[in-house]
């Protein structure tokens, strides 16, 4: 009887157990996908935050660190200047684009998720770390945070000198 039954097929036992194991496969498949599908929306949110860090880099590549007419006399935008006539590195000092901009300081609408903020600062010449007063040294800092929803996820700094 036991002999014929391993004969002909597989016991009840038997089956359950392949079903199981097939579950377990599948649902393993499935986490490893979903983990999968999360870290490539965390890459493709990173690749646009570098686009949106690299495109303020651009817009401020060939600014002048001070204003070409007033000098020193303003830290941030001189009277009447705006985005479209922004023309020295600290009249972009505590600006915050939302939605972000491109080099060319178009509204990057298609990106309204993102935001980009930007600090400058005047640092040591002997100590770049060191933050000092601002027009008060010939070297500036420029920093940039991505925002994806109000959350931080990337930033870059770099710095310019006056001369
Ligand atoms: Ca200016
Ligand atoms: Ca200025």
């Known amino acids: 009887?036991?002999?014929?039954?391993?004969?002909?097929?597989?016991?009840?036992?038997?089956?359950?157990?392949?079903?199981?194991?097939?579950?377990?496969?599948?649902?393993?498949?499935?986490?490893?996908?979903?983990?999968?599908?999360?870290?490539?929306?965390?890459?493709?949110?990173?690749?646009?935050?570098?686009?949106?860090?690299?495109?303020?880099?651009?817009?401020?590549?060939?600014?002048?660190?001070?204003?070409?007419?007033?000098?020193?006399?303003t830290f941030g935008p001189e009277g009447g200047e705006t985005l479209a006539t922004y023309d020295d590195l600290d009249d972009f000092d505590t600006a915050v684009f939302s939605p972000p901009i491109n080099a060319d300081r178009a509204a990057l609408n298609d990106s309204a998720a993102f935001s980009q903020q930007i600090t400058v600062e005047n640092v040591s010449a002997s100590d770049f770390e060191q933050v000092v007063g601002d027009h008060t040294s010939d070297f500036v800092r420029v920093t940039v945070r991505v925002f994806l929803n109000g959350q931080e996820i990337s930033s870059a700094s770099w710095l310019r000198a006056r001369y």
């Not at 498949?29 to 949106?52: K, M, P, Q, V």
């Not at 590549?61 to 020193?72: C, F, H, N, Y």
């Open 1 to 73: 009887m036991q002999n014929k039954r391993c004969k002909n097929g597989f016991s009840l036992i038997e089956i359950l157990i392949a079903i199981l194991l097939v579950g377990l496969a599948v649902a393993s498949l499935l986490a490893a996908n979903s983990a999968l599908t999360r870290a490539n929306g965390a890459g493709t949110n990173l690749s646009s935050a570098e686009f949106l860090l690299g495109e303020i880099r651009e817009l401020t590549a060939l600014l002048s660190v001070i204003d070409p007419e007033t000098g020193v006399a």
